[in-house]
């Protein structure tokens, strides 16, 4: 069984893959071992920025946006603030995915967001950045929402993303983020 997850790693690429709760710490230590990862590699300085800078974006948007999902088991109520990231290599891109826990009711303004993002060209997403800033407003996280515009600006691509239903209170969301190697 063991050698049948990675064989299906290496035929899809994959080249990291957590799942589990996401901590701060845990942040960090990803992070330094893709960089380490990509170092190894002997990948090209832009690109090992770009894919670095994609995955902090990415973590931190995990690491502040998860909902935790409210299930019961035998021994009572869990709360699972697990999350799911995966990085992989393509022949021309990497690519970063993000996967959590949201509130339905959330699905319509990140589907909007991220519509408007994939929208904008480059100079409207450099507006639309200096715009957030600017007025400073905040999200009930306590973030002013910068993540998804700083991934597609870094990335330089439309950013991928699905809600896949759970129950009638949460679904998972999924993001994807390439960063092209070229």
């Keep these: ?6 064989k299906n790693m290496q035929l899809n690429n994959i ?16 992070l330094h ?10 990948e090209d300085k832009r ?7 994609v995955m902090v974006e990415c973590l931190q948007n995990v690491y502040h946006h998860l909902d935790s999902l409210q299930v019961s088991n035998l021994e009572g109520e869990i709360n699972d603030r697990t999350a799911l990231l995966m990085i992989g290599k393509e022949e021309k891109d990497y690519y970063v995915i993000t996967g959590n826990h949201i509130y339905n009711s959330r699905i319509e303004f990140i589907r909007q967001r991220l519509e408007k993002v994939n929208n904008s060209d480059k100079e409207e997403l450099k507006q639309l950045y200096q715009s957030i800033l600017n007025e400073g407003e905040l999200s009930e996280k306590g973030t002013a929402g ?18 896949h239903p759970v129950n009638e209170k ?9 960063i092209a190697r070229v």
């Design 170 to 178: 949460y679904s998972f969301f999924s993001l994807e983020a390439k």
């Design 33 to 42: 071992m893709m960089e380490n990862k990509l170092d190894g590699d002997g």
């Design 1 to 6: 069984m063991t050698y049948s997850y990675y």
């Design 47 to 53: 690109v090992k920025k770009k894919v670095f800078n």
């Design 146 to 163: 910068l993540g998804m515009i700083d991934i597609a600006r870094k990335s330089g691509q439309k950013l991928g993303y699905d809600f």
């Design 15 to 30: 080249i990291f893959v957590y799942q589990g709760e996401v901590t701060a710490d845990l942040v960090s230590s990803i």
